[in-house]
T-cell receptor, first 116, second 117 residues
Framework: DGGITQSPKYLFRKEGQNVTLSCEQNLNHDAMYWYRQDPGQGLRLIYYSQIVNDFQKGDIAEGYSVSREKKESFPLTVTSAQKNPTAFYLC???????????????FGPGTRLTVL | AQKVTQAQTEISVVEKEDVTLDCVYETRDTTYYLFWYKQPPSGELVFLIRRNSFDEQNEISGRYSWNFQKSTSSFNFTITASQVVDSAVYFCALSEPATSGTYKYIFGTGTRLKVLA
């Protein structure tokens, strides 16, 4: 089955620790995205990547880092510099290309991160 | 500036009622795309529809229908004969090209729909 997987589903972190959230897709999509969702709010873009070995900051990149070494994978690291990391994190992918704004983004099941 | 407004925070209806979810957007561009997604309690966003700014035809898919009106910058979503399984948070989103060659979705804050049996 083609799709996007995220792991783990639930993640608990102690203050001061870095954690990495996994996102894998087998849709052969060029573009991948990370969003953060807080209760009662829409999704906010953290980082996105339109091609392997390239990524750009979104609206709320501070305290986060990413890598895009493979087309299929776009892991997100939540660093200790992120002051309020408790949230629901969603990964998405789309075909990408020069008219990427026309794309439909497809989402993974999400990871719920809680800082203890 | 781009903006998507979903003024209805939460709506409750009784099963079999029709319900309309409102979406109003702001954009400077003449070329843009609009989307609706459903987020059930499991959390995953499920794609429902994509509409480009040049296509103002209404669309019907089973019990779902969408009314796109550029004159009022609205893209409203109607569920006919609602069912308990329709209970979810629904998001409207806008995408338009950016001068830098990049782009992003602008999401509304979502409308929580509760369908009561």
């Amino acid at each position: 089955d083609g799709g996007i997987t995220q792991s783990p589903k639930y993640l608990f972190r102690k203050e001061g620790q870095n954690v990495t959230l996994s996102c894998e897709q087998n849709l052969n999509h060029d573009a991948m995205y990370w969003y953060r969702q807080d209760p009662g709010q829409g999704l906010r873009l953290i980082y996105y990547s339109q091609i392997v070995n390239d990524f750009q900051k979104g609206d709320i990149a501070e305290g986060y880092s990413v890598s895009r070494e493979k087309k299929e994978s776009f892991p997100l690291t939540v660093t200790s510099a992120q002051k309020n990391p408790t949230a629901f994190y969603l990964c998405a992918s789309s075909m990408g290309g020069t008219s990427a704004y026309t794309d439909t983004q497809y989402f993974g099941p999400g990871t719920r991160l809680t800082v203890l | 500036a781009q903006k998507v407004t979903q003024a209805q925070t939460e709506i409750s209806v009784v099963e079999k009622e029709d319900v309309t979810l409102d979406c109003v957007y702001e954009t400077r561009d003449t070329t843009y795309y609009l989307f609706w997604y459903k987020q059930p309690p499991s959390g995953e966003l499920v794609f429902l529809i994509r509409r480009n700014s040049f296509d103002e035809q209404n669309e019907i898919s089973g019990r779902y229908s969408w009314n796109f009106q550029k004159s009022t910058s609205s893209f409203n979503f109607t569920i006919t004969a609602s069912q308990v399984v329709d209970s979810a948070v629904y998001f409207c989103a806008l995408s338009e090209p950016a001068t830098s060659g990049t782009y992003k979705y602008i999401f509304g804050t979502g409308t929580r729909l509760k369908v009561l049996a």
